[in-house]
């Protein structure tokens, strides 16, 4: 018998998402168990003490699995089905550049030009992120997903025509959209902790 | 005939240390080209246009391969010789996400550490440091390598006994050692440019 898989995740969260696609693309039946980050249980606390964060997988008796990109990684090469990443050494290696780059060079600048108090700092957040959104525009010329033509990477959305050619052909797809929220719902949700978030980064800026 | 692997690194670099040293374990003959990171070369710019960075990989005529972790896998993958990573899936994903720890979590708040002007900025950065490494040390208990009796994930070092253990194991070991600075040389070149890194970090923080 298969062992059990559960993911611990939050609503609308765009890494949870990001697992829940790798898991159904495979046909790996799991079950999902939403958290509320602002008050984290003792469960996620337990399998994610070093993080704290969502997605985390659970599979069989295993200590959990955390980080959205690596539980890609584990469900693409723990699971039978059809792969997740290319096939190709090189190729693995420019869809893992590519996902790295979007975390590191895309998301976390897009979050402080969105959420940042001072002004002259979110101006530089918000130039660096444009500047980045449009070496992914470059890279997804012609192309209808970052690896090809089917489901690859994963990553966010913008202004530019080939990103947002992307987003409508990522979001359209049968498997991914089995597993997005309803907008309203997501931004019913982020509308009530904007807040807290905006609190968060702004302290988080202060304390460097 | 097999295609030519160059590698554009530079003195006395741990990230370019984890790219040599997957290309040694795994018997690849390869080109170390030195690089000057205080006057960049139209090479390293040409083929790591978006970091900017050492090590950069590049096998045959296919683009770069940039980002030290991305370059191990990739390693790993397109050639033949002794695996790299754990070959078990979970196993696999141990090794990522103390890789990316160990990246995200204890090299870059040891740096700001060791670099910072600003005392109280410092001290939180140490604290941090301290508390990282303690799980890493955690992580060690009993084990020669992180992932088990031979040369697995690359890292830092520091008082804990388990981690002081593994640098040492580390650094004993044949492949390792063969592509090593000589200490004074490393110390000389460290020494030589602790005005400019401190400078660069420094303006770092305060630009946010």
């Not at 997605?55 to 693409?76: F, T």
């Not at 550049?97 to 030009?113: G, L, T, V």
């Amino acid at each position: 018998m298969a062992e059990a898989v559960k993911l611990i995740g939050a609503f609308g969260s765009p890494f949870v998402h990001r697992a829940e696609v790798a898991l159904r693309l495979k046909d790996v039946p799991y079950e999902l168990i939403l958290e509320d980050l602002t008050n984290k249980s003792e469960l996620l606390l337990r399998h994610n003490p070093i993080h704290k964060t969502v997605p985390v997988l659970l599979h069989g008796d295993r200590p959990a699995i955390c980080e959205s990109l690596l539980i890609v990684e584990y469900v693409d090469e723990a699971f039978d089905g059809p792969p997740l990443l290319p096939v190709d050494p090189y190729d693995r290696a420019m869809a893992r550049f590519w996902a790295q780059f979007i975390e590191q060079k895309c998301s976390m600048p897009f979050w402080m030009a969105v959420w940042l108090d001072d002004g002259e700092a979110r101006e530089g957040f918000v130039r660096e992120t444009r500047a980045n959104l449009a070496l992914l525009e470059a890279r997804l010329q012609g192309k209808r997903f970052f690896a090809g033509d089917g489901v690859g990477c994963l990553v966010g959305a913008a202004e530019f025509p080939a990103l947002r050619s992307w987003a409508e052909a990522y979001t359209s797809d049968e498997t991914v959209s089995a597993c997005l929220p309803p907008r309203e719902q997501l931004v019913a949700n982020f509308a009530g902790k904007k807040d807290r978030i905006k609190m968060a980064v702004n302290a988080m800026v202060q304390r460097s």
